[in-house]
């Protein structure tokens, strides 16, 4: 049986439509899922929508609609999106399905029977854009610590979760696991938050109503985080004892954004002890975009909408970008001359140009008829070891999540590529029909290389892949064999490969 791999995006809040951060998280989650899949797993990868809470209510309010209209309404935006994107999501979970309510429903009455959740009193600050309670002191200017937007003063009958009882397990959990929080910098944020205590955690509101109801006492909903984190149990089909969730809990990895570290670390895991649930191997808060260097808002008016960026510049572009312009962990800026400059130099000057250009010669000389190749000489034997070593590089890389280092680990491989045809000089070669063995081992050579770039590039640039393994005559399919050299077969037909990436004016 396969391996399993299972791997979460947040579930998107649906009072705001998709924008480039919502699509690096979820390209970065596919790329993974991708990569694992050809790596021989069986890979579970969830995302979904957060369709309850305040903020929806409030929205709907403004649109005009019930909560439920506007999130049937916004989700199909994200669902085309990601199609758009390929992404190769297996489930989408919406928190208004019956299944995840049912789920939320069940894990809070098991929590509340064993007794970590009780009914008390609650007052404090609050801020409606963030669904969260500050205490006074943790105000910077009576605003809110997050996004500095003004809080109002609560005070309501609340279900508590007893997270303060947690603080010396979790703090243990995350010591004996340096994995379970990456990058490190912010891990060691996450300690030092859970040293200065934990409080007990407010897990239901009585000042709105859309939301799943506490079991029981209906004038109360859940608070929707602990709502929205349980979806990655209630997809596998939790509390039943399905095989998804035989196979797939503990989550491998949930990708996420730095803003909602704290909920994924803290909140989570907590919930889960309470549970007497594994807790998930790791989680990964990547990075913030601005766009050409501005917070990215709606006010600002300057939300990049993926949509757009596909149709100006390729769907593969737009991942390639996302992944390759930030080491994934760290913040980065978004603009379109750093796009177009990428578009140019890296995918159609070094990975197009390479294909056309030794696709066409194969052609050429040799009627696009891949030749057998004789006895490999240094420089050929250079560029193999290379290639195979990428393979291992690329490998690491992934397990790290440093997506950004394995492109460059495989263009590495794509400039030597180039490196070597100026060197060995195929079209000199041809001049000389003696010099025709060597011609082939180094036409083949050239090709094979490109062969396991492509296949490796599947999980990046899955449509450009697709097109390149067609012109080098290999399936589309690919898993992990195909990544050792010597996959390419004499007498395989190639042809010549269309420029993959049109060059674009700046
Ligand atoms: O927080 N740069 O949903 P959300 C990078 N529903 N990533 C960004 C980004 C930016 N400028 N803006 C958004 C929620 N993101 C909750 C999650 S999970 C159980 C519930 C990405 O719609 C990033 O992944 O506000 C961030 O964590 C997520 O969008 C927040 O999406």
Redesign the pocket.
């Known amino acids: 049986m396969k391996p399993a791999f299972y791997v979460t ?5 649906v009072n ?1 439509v998709p ?1 480039i ?2 699509a ?2 979820t390209v970065a989650a596919d790329v993974l899922a991708r990569y694992k899949r050809l790596m021989g797993y069986e890979v579970c990868f969830l995302t979904g929508s ?1 369709e309850h809470g305040q903020k929806v209510e409030k929205a709907a309010i403004t649109a005009g609609e019930t909560p439920l209209e506007l999130a049937d309404r916004v989700v199909k935006r994200f669902q085309a999106l990601w199609e758009r994107l390929g992404i190769s999501n297996t489930d989408f979970i919406r928190t208004t399905q019956e299944r995840h309510k049912k789920g939320v429903a069940h894990i809070f009455t098991d929590i509340l029977e064993k007794g970590d959740i009780y009914l008390g009193e609650y007052e404090d600050w609050y801020c409606t854009p963030c669904e969260t309670f500050w205490t006074e002191t943790q105000l910077s200017d009576n605003r809110c610590p997050d996004c500095n937007r003004p809080v109002e003063k609560l005070k309501e009958e609340s279900y508590f979760f007893r997270m303060s009882k947690y603080q010396q397990a979790l703090l243990e959990h995350i010591e004996a696991n340096p994995d379970f929080i990456q990058p490190k910098s912010k891990r060691n944020e996450i300690i030092s938050f859970v040293k200065e205590g934990l409080r007990d955690l407010s897990v239901s509101r009585t000042t709105f109503t859309w939301g799943i109801p506490v079991p029981g006492n209906e004038k109360h909903v859940i608070y929707v985080w602990f709502d ?2 349980t ?1 990655y149990v209630t997809a596998l089909g939790y509390p039943d004892a399905t095989p998804e969730y035989g196979r797939f809990w503990p989550v491998d990895v949930h990708l ?2 730095k ?2 570290l704290r909920f994924h670390s803290v909140y989570w895991p907590t919930f889960l002890m309470a549970a007497g649930l594994p807790l998930p191997k790791k989680v990964y808060a ?1 990075g ?2 601005t766009v050409e260097g501005q917070k ?1 808002s709606k006010s600002l008016q300057n939300v990049v909408e993926p949509n757009m960026l596909i149709d100006k510049y390729g769907v593969d572009v737009v991942r390639y970008f996302l992944l390759r312009e930030v080491p994934f962990g760290l913040d980065g800026d978004f603009s379109h001359a750093a796009l177009v400059q990428r578009l140019n130099s890296d995918l159609a000057n070094d990975l197009g140009n390479l294909l056309s250009r030794s696709t066409a010669m194969a052609v050429k000389y040799f009627n696009g008829v891949l030749p057998e190749p004789a006895e490999l000489t240094e420089s050929d034997l250079a560029l193999k070891k290379k290639t195979v070593e990428m393979v291992t590089a690329v490998d690491a890389c992934m397990d790290d999540l440093a997506f950004s280092k394995a492109l460059q680990a495989i263009w590495d491989v794509i400039s030597a590529g180039n490196k070597y045809i100026d060197e060995q000089a195929p079209w000199t070669l041809a001049k000389d029909q003696a010099l025709n063995d060597r011609l082939a081992t180094v036409m083949y050579c050239l090709l094979e290389s490109q062969r396991i770039v492509h296949c490796i590039l599947s999980a990046f640039l899955p449509a450009t892949t697709e097109k390149a393994l067609c012109s080098l005559g290999c399936p589309k399919e690919v898993d992990q064999a195909v990544l050792a050299w010597g996959g390419l077969k004499a007498g395989t037909t190639v042809c010549k490969a269309e420029a993959l990436f049109p060059r674009m004016e700046g």
Not at 9 to 13: A, E, L
């Open positions: 995006t947040p579930i998107y809040y705001d924008h951060g919502h690096y998280t957060d929205a984190l979806n996420i954004g803003d909602i990547h913030w975009w990215m």
